[in-house]
């Protein structure tokens, strides 16, 4: 029975917390009957456990919260009411029901803790609670599910929000593998430690109201049956519109090493790692006496010469340049920032002119530029660049390449991107690169009730 198994732990815990309130009341019965009524309702309003291992601390902090209110308006207000005397909020008078503030606060606290500990011992006892289904609206006819929580898809269910706001019939859930909005223009300033990352996201949860959010990562879309599978859940998402909004994986070339070598600029966790690594090698180079090993240490590759490796190489230039002054054995003279970009000129997105502008202002700041270059293998400690730059070699003038190597421990891949890998599963028409082909309406050709966006 649930709701034995959530009303018993709080009703006990209850009990046993109330001796903590008998100051306050001045009474053990009165207090064990106040904390076995309480304690029942706070286990039935609890939401399931969790294992994660901050959740008793977190809810007991809550429960304790909830002390003051109830003190306030109970032996404040109330009980002085009832005794027929005017209502204790003086200082003098507010002052003598310390003792129950603190038995409150302390009861709430406990509460939380205990009542948290009995149900997580009742599952490991009985098992698991099965969670009762999603309240379905009746009312619900449609249901629209968008996959990604990115620009394309948070903008999509905000839109509808707006467009169904009287429509209780239309009902809107978004799966996300991460719980916040990302604003990549400024990931670049994460890395290079500007900003933080709570300062470019935004929690779906907070930004969507009528939109019912979940984290996961899909694992896969039965478009016969019209469901969406999750990875890690039993559940499946039934839809009648689907919206596809999945975003661009890093395209990395297979074989040469490097996918295995390079860090990726993609998320808010490859730009924190970017950062925890570039702290890293800091501290390395600071204890390396080998100066060959030191300068590796201290050469940061970015491959990629669009937006995105441009704003990064630009950012660690100055935060690497800035660090500087906190390492005093460490010189300018071993920093070595390269922006590798196939082309050339970088910035293929901006007139030439601006994107002559800004590579003269990040060379005047420090960048290095390998143009008309890519990176074409990666190993260990090493970064392999071709050269497109032609060397006339022998008698018959036949150009080739220039294999060049860079010792670095960095190399962070911003040189592209491809649809999302799950897309390849779908029988539905891609252009060469993979990309799900549109008509303007964004539905996606041929099959009815499924969009595209992003
Ligand atoms: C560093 C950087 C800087 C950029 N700067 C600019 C800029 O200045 N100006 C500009 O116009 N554009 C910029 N862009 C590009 C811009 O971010 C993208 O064009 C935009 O994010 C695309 O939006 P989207 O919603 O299609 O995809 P995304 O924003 O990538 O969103 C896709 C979402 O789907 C989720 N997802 C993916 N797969 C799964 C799965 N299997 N299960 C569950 N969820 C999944 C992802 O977690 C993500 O939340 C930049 C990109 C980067 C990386």
Same mark, same amino acid.
């Given at each position: ?55 008793? /601390? ?78 379905? #609206? ?49 990931? /670049?300033?994460?890395?290079? #430690? ?30 016969? %049956? ?30 040469? *090493? ?23 090698v800091f501290d390395h180079a600071d204890a390396e006496l080998n100066p060959a090993r030191r300068r590796a240490l201290l050469t940061f590759v970015v491959a990629g010469g669009g937006f995105s490796g ?6 660690? %230039?100055?935060?690497?340049? *800035? ?18 970009h196939s082309r050339e000129r970088i910035l293929p997105e901006l007139s030439a002119s601006l994107a002559h502008y800004a590579l003269e202002r990040m060379r005047a700041r420090g960048v290095t530029f ?49 649809? #999302? ?31 595209? /966006?992003?």
């Amino acid at each position: 029975m649930p709701i034995l198994r959530r009303a018993l732990p709080g009703f006990t815990c209850g009990v046993l917390c109330g001796i903590l309130l008998a100051g306050g009341f001045g009474s053990i019965s009165i207090g064990l009957a106040v904390g076995a009524v309480l304690g029942t309702a706070y286990g039935l309003a609890l939401p399931l456990p969790t294992r994660d291992a901050g959740v008793p /601390a977190d809810r007991a902090m809550t429960a304790a919260a909830f002390g003051l209110p109830i003190w306030g308006a109970l032996n404040v207000i109330l009980l002085p009411l009832l005794a027929g005397q005017m209502p204790q909020w003086t200082a003098k008078g507010m002052r003598g029901l310390f003792p129950a503030l603190v038995g409150w606060l302390l009861f709430g606290f406990a509460l939380g803790l205990l009542t948290t500990g009995a149900m997580r011992l009742a599952e490991r006892l009985f098992g698991v609670t099965p969670a009762p289904p999603e309240p379905v #609206s009746p009312e619900v006819k449609t249901r629209v599910v968008i996959l990604g929580g990115g620009f394309a898809g948070v903008s999509t269910a905000i839109n509808l929000e707006k467009e169904f706001r009287d429509d209780p019939s239309v009902a809107f859930t978004l799966v996300s593998e991460t719980n916040a909005l990302l604003f990549t223009p400024m990931l /670049a300033e994460v890395a290079a #430690s500007t900003l933080e990352p709570t300062h470019i996201s935004t929690p779906l949860r907070s930004t969507l109201h009528r939109t019912r959010v979940v984290r996961a990562q899909v694992a896969g879309i039965d478009l016969e %049956n019209r469901r969406v599978k999750l990875s890690d859940r039993e559940e499946t998402l039934p839809y009648d519109h689907l919206v596809l909004a999945l975003g661009a994986v890093s395209s990395l070339p297979p074989g040469d *090493g490097i996918a295995e070598h390079v860090l990726e600029f993609k998320t808010l966790a490859d730009a924190i790692r970017i950062r925890n690594h570039v702290i890293d090698v800091f501290d390395h180079a600071d204890a390396e006496l080998n100066p060959a090993r030191r300068r590796a240490l201290l050469t940061f590759v970015v491959a990629g010469g669009g937006f995105s490796g441009a704003e990064l190489v630009g950012a660690l %230039n100055d935060f690497a340049r *800035g660090m500087l002054a906190d390492y005093p054995n460490l010189s300018a003279d071993d920093l070595r920032i390269v922006l590798v970009h196939s082309r050339e000129r970088i910035l293929p997105e901006l007139s030439a002119s601006l994107a002559h502008y800004a590579l003269e202002r990040m060379r005047a700041r420090g960048v290095t530029f390998e143009l008309n270059a890519r990176v074409s293998a990666a190993r260990p400690g090493v970064a392999v660049l071709q050269r497109m730059e032609l060397e006339k070699t022998d008698a018959t003038k036949k150009p080739k390449p220039v294999q060049v190597e860079i010792p670095t421990e960095t190399l962070v891949w911003a040189a592209g991107v491809a649809p #999302s890998p799950l897309l390849k599963e779908l029988a539905v028409e891609r252009d060469k690169r993979g990309t799900v082909l549109l008509e303007n309406t964004l539905a996606v050709r041929g099959h009815t009730g499924l969009l595209g /966006a992003g």
